[in-house]
């Protein structure tokens, strides 16, 4: 999948427990934002600056927390763990890797490392970089200097490569028990099981048999694929499509709503611009064409042969 900094990613059977979100693969963190929920994952957790967890955070793999983050539980990993300048822990810190820990950070209950311990100086490494220079400056040595400004320039903004499924929140956004906000896209894969309502600024797309266990509100389109279950309302300020075999427990409210006809709704359907019912051979007449116009059918023709 594409990494997209404006997308909510939540990927394939994802769930959402009472107090802990588990997933798969690595989970990224923006900056700024608030998670009423731990995290547990077979990958590397990514945590972003001023962020706030206030779960436990457990990673089969690396984690990394960035300055000013506060974590409200405890904080296990299978690998190395890096925490940032005032980064603060409630619980305690386990690992079998390395740990480097920057200024005045606080872990309450204490920590469990196998592997080497780093705790770096509360000087900031751009104050030894700048006597360096000055020091070449006196000496006349412009051109390490420019050397070294060069390569200075050249890893600044150097990201770390991601694993290709991914549990992706972007900045600012509000991870909820009752309600979370966010002002992008949302994501959510197959078989995912989500609790709490989402207010969102941007299109929604939900594969097939995943779960939501609240209300969705969305400036963009909302997409529902087959099987998939709202156990609430839907309210977009764009268009709905209602895939087959779906279930909507509350009211669905758009500038049009597409709905297969083997979809169910349990509440009143609003619609500005009107309601197609969709039917399946429809559908995948539609698809057809989409698949024709790509010469998908002639690549599964031709593994069909080979079967």
Known sequence: MTFDRKTLVIPDNTKFEEHTIVTNGDVV?????????????????????????????????DVRVDIFSNIG??????????????????????????????????????????????IRSPIPVVIYVFIYLLQLLKMGHSEEIDRILEEIEENEGNTIPISE?????PNNSIIGIQKSKVDYNLRVGKKARLLGNYDLKGNVFI????????????????????????????????????????????????????????ASVNGELFAK???????????????KIKRYETNVDVVDEVEDMLE
Not at 243 to 259: F, T, V
Request: some cysteine; hydrophobic content about 35%; glycine content about 14%.
């Open 29 to 61: 963190v923006g900056d700024r934002c608030l998670i009423n929920f731990g995290i547990k994952t077979d990958g590397r957790i990514f945590i972003g600056e001023h962020a706030i967890i206030d779960g436990d955070m457990e990673a089969a793999k």
């Open 73 to 118: 539980g405890n904080v296990k990993s299978g690998g190395n763990v890096y925490f940032g300048e005032k980064v603060k822990v409630k619980g305690k810190l386990s690992l079998n890797g390395d740990l480097d820990v920057g200024d005045s950070v606080e872990i309450e209950k204490g920590f469990e490392a196998k592997g080497w311990i780093n």
């Open 165 to 169: 499924t991914f549990f992706f929140i």
């Open 207 to 262: 594969e097939d048999d995943s779960v939501i266990h609240g209300t969705l509100k969305s400036t963009g389109d909302i997409f529902c694929g087959k099987r998939t279950i709202i156990q609430g309302n839907i309210d977009s300020n764009c268009d709905v499509k209602i895939e087959e075999k779906a279930h909507i427990a509350g009211n669905i409210s758009g500038d049009k709503i597409y709905l297969s006809k083997t």
């Open 273 to 287: 611009k009107g309601i197609s019912f969709m039917t399946p051979s429809k559908v995948e007449v539609e698809e």
